[in-house]
């Protein structure tokens, strides 16, 4: 998701939507029974995977410093996870479902205010680690293609839902033409924000968002891009 250097303005990040909402997953038994697992515990210890990631890198990485920074047991860390890469592919899509509620979707009367909306810019501090921790998903997934469909769960599929949920409230008050391919159309903002963030290790800004809004949503749904520069 470079050292500081004093203080700096806050800029958009790559990818990025504040969290609004965080979805957790209920406590589950563990393995063979026993107290339920403690939901805390694997948030605790996503975060110092993500943080550890980002820091380190994937290849350096490794499930025992996770342990150390999150103040888990070994044993506690390798019952959730058995193997590194599955543990990143965990922190990545617990990082991404936190910035995105579709029950909180806003709506303010347009297509392209709803889509502006789910864009919140973050510190450089935030936007930093989420980019070396998106670095390092990729360094991942090169290594273990394998895991490559879990990857797009975890950074593309929850964009791609709530893109679909605002075009389809878009076409249903009339704004999108019917005959729309909804579901590919869905796809882009979060397919480029991907690529751009993961191929091309450059942030996905606001500038480039309303550049893909106006240029070529829009016009493939049907519409007008609206006469301004920014929103």
Known sequence: MKPKQGARESVPDALSIEPTALPTSPARPRDGGGRPRDATRDEA???????????TGYDRMTMDMVAIRAKAGKATVYRRWPSKGE???DAVARMK???VDLNLLAD???LRGDLLA???PQSVEQAEQKMRAMAG?????AAQPALAEAGHDAIVAPWVAANRALIE???????????AQIDTLANLIPSLAAYRALIQRRPFD?????EIIDGVLLPALGMSAPDVAAP
């Open 45 to 55: 210890i996503l975060d110092a995977a993500i943080a550890i990631l980002a820091e």
């Open 118 to 120: 789910l864009f919140r």
């Open 206 to 210: 606001q500038a480039f968002l309303v």
């Open 87 to 89: 543990m990143v592919v």
């Open 137 to 141: 998903l990729a360094a991942m997934l």
């Open 97 to 99: 479902r936190s910035l």
């Open 169 to 179: 409230r878009a076409r249903a008050r009339g704004e999108v033409r019917a005959e």
């Open 108 to 110: 303010t009367g347009t």
